[in-house]
């Protein structure tokens, strides 16, 4: 399939329903993997539910977040997503207070480990949708986000199932609506084939450009990066990630 084609779609509701907090379940739309491993240990179920209605992203009766709202005097906002067990997300939070940050997880289990961080560490300026993040993309309003993390996506290796791939031209759409002229996307991936499909999805989007000059800028990890689980593994296991930099165009 060209890059530039649109993908074809899992059905979508007609109208996005409200998520649940109590339950942390979403909008049906068709999205892949584990969503839990187990059942949570009783005080993460607590924490859960009293703390995720505190930091849900979108309104309960559906329509655009009000990120003034939601972040206070913050102007900046970032979205991860797929955060995992939210290390990176809690670091770039604790060492950018003045940036909203919006994280985006499937897996409960990694959901519950971010909330203990959010209260270990008082970080204050932090919002979390624990479902898929196609919905808070399809939300957010028009050219609100300066950066966005997709950190060692799942890779879906299987030829018939790379349409699964977050990674494609539907996405790639929805953020470039979503992203100012000049705003980061870091891709971040330990498996060439990924890095390629990457690469050539987003080379052959319109609205971004790759930053990098010379191998050091996606052979080495940015500047301001804390790692993450999943990379810990793959450098473990004697995998070399990539660190892509795409850049929004004006
Ligand atoms: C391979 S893990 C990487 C986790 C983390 N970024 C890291 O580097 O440790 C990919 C994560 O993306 C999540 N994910 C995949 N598609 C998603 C989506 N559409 N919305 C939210 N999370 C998603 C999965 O649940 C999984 O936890």
Known sequence: MSPTSSQSKPSRPSKRAAFDAETADGPERKLYGRRRSHKLRSGRAELMRERLRGLAVLPEGGGSPD???????????????GFGGGEHLARQAGNN?????????????????????????ALENVRVHPHDARDVMDALPDGCLSRV?????????????????????????????LMRPGA??????????????????????????????????????????????????????????AYLTFQRRA
């Not at 207070?97 to 560490?121: F, M, R, T």
């Not at 031209?169 to 953020?175: G, I, R, Y």
């Open 184 to 241: 980061e996307l870091r891709v971040a991936s330990d498996i060439p084939d990924y890095i390629r499909h990457s690469l050539q999805y987003a080379l052959s989007h319109p609205a971004f450009y790759w930053t990098a000059a010379r191998s050091a800028d996606w052979l080495e990890p940015w500047a301001d990066w804390p790692g993450t689980r999943y990379e810990a593994k793959a450098l473990s296991e004697g995998r070399r990630p």
């Open 97 to 121: 207070p003045d940036v909203g940050v919006i994280g985006c997880e499937h897996y409960i289990d990694g959901v519950a480990k971010l909330l203990s961080a959010i209260d270990s560490e």
């Open 67 to 81: 990120l003034a709202a939601l972040f206070g005097d913050r102007t900046e906002y970032w979205l991860e997503i």
């Open 149 to 177: 993390f997709l950190l060692y996506p799942d890779p879906w290796p299987k030829t018939r199932h790379h349409k699964r791939r977050f990674m494609c031209a539907d996405n790639l759409n929805a953020l470039a609506r």
